[in-house]
């Protein structure tokens, strides 16, 4: 069976969503977690996801976007909304093996590591966004397009276009191994 039978199927019996919560339930938290790093808190924006996504069941329709690019569309809804609502300060959960793909090296030096860090905390969370799901979630091009709704050559140049915005922030002599 598959999802467009699920999704038929959670329209006239809301136990049928129980398959999507099994599927996605995982990866939705984690997604949500590596946005808060408190576990409680998400667990509850991921409860919230589901609970939105199950009473708009109705409207979603497959135009070529999947299902799980809809619940990562409104997990990150409702994470904007916490952190409006609560006035709280974004956390960026990297490891710096994950800052190092971001400038391509793997045998960057610390201090790089720290600056770049430093970077990303700075950035928008609508840029943080992309990197994080491309970089540290490993998604591709054309699911970051779905989840953000945009094509996905908008995706790739606008990744592109926020590298190279935190490759300018890196002083010059942390490039030397590139010369």
């Given at each position: 069976m598959n999802e467009e039978y699920y999704l038929k199927a959670s329209v006239k019996d809301p136990k049928a969503f129980k398959y999507?919560?099994?599927?996605?339930?995982?990866?939705i938290f984690l997604f949500i977690f590596r946005r808060t790093d408190d576990e409680a808190l998400s667990e509850d924006i991921t409860q919230q996801v589901f609970l939105i996504a199950l009473q708009n069941i109705k409207k979603f329709e497959y135009r070529g976007i999947k299902f799980s690019s809809w619940l990562y569309r409104i997990a990150l809804s409702e994470l904007a909304k916490y952190y409006r609502d609560n006035k709280k300060i974004r956390v960026v959960s990297l490891e710096?093996?994950?800052?190092?793909?971001?400038?391509?090296?793997?045998?960057?030096a610390f201090e790089r590591n720290t600056i770049v860090f430093k970077i990303l905390k700075q950035l928008p969370q609508k840029e943080l966004?992309?990197?994080e799901m491309r970089y540290f979630e490993k998604r591709?091009?054309?699911?970051?397009?779905?989840?953000?709704n945009i094509s996905e050559n908008n995706a790739k140049v606008k990744v592109h276009r926020i590298l190279n915005s935190i490759r300018k922030l890196i002083p010059a002599k942390h490039f030397h191994d590139y010369e």
């Open positions: 999507f919560y099994d599927l996605y339930f995982k990866s710096s093996k994950d800052i190092a793909e971001l400038i391509e090296d793997d045998s960057i966004e992309f990197i591709s091009f054309s699911e970051i397009a779905e989840i953000k």
